[in-house]
């Protein structure tokens, strides 16, 4: 057996042994996707700190520091017509009247997270549990 035979054989022989690292990594990353409720556990705690970051300087509690009436509230989201989650990720990134967007504090998906965070808690009246 030639030196460049040996090598590759020590190669194949290495990944041979370390195949179990592999096959638990799969099976640790098959196993993090397949938990959907832990998973919008996560994402609910990024709405939330996205929130408190972006957000709650005006909107404390769901409210509106500036224009009342325009508050998070969901008699106010359904009043305006905006009581889904895409159209207050929309006003989010874009911005609505005199508020303007967040567009890029918000980064990718961070518009989304906040508004169904923001939803969550106006169906729960703005209650923390
Ligand atoms: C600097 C203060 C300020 C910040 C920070 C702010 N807003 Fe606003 N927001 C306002 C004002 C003022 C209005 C009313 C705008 C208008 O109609 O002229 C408003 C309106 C809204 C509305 C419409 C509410 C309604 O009932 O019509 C939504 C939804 C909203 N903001 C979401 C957000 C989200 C999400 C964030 C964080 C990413 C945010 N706001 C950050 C000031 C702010």
Known sequence: MNDACKSRKKLFNFFFRIRNVFLISFCCIFFYFS???????????????LFKNYCA???????????RSKNLKLSSLKRNGIDNSEAIAKIASQGIGIMSGYEDQLGDKGDQLVANWILEQAQKAWVQE
């Open 57 to 67: 300087g005006c909107h404390i509690n769901g409210g509106n520091i500036i224009r």
């Open 35 to 49: 938990l959907p409720k832990e998973l919008s556990a996560i994402d609910s705690g990024l709405g939330e700190n």
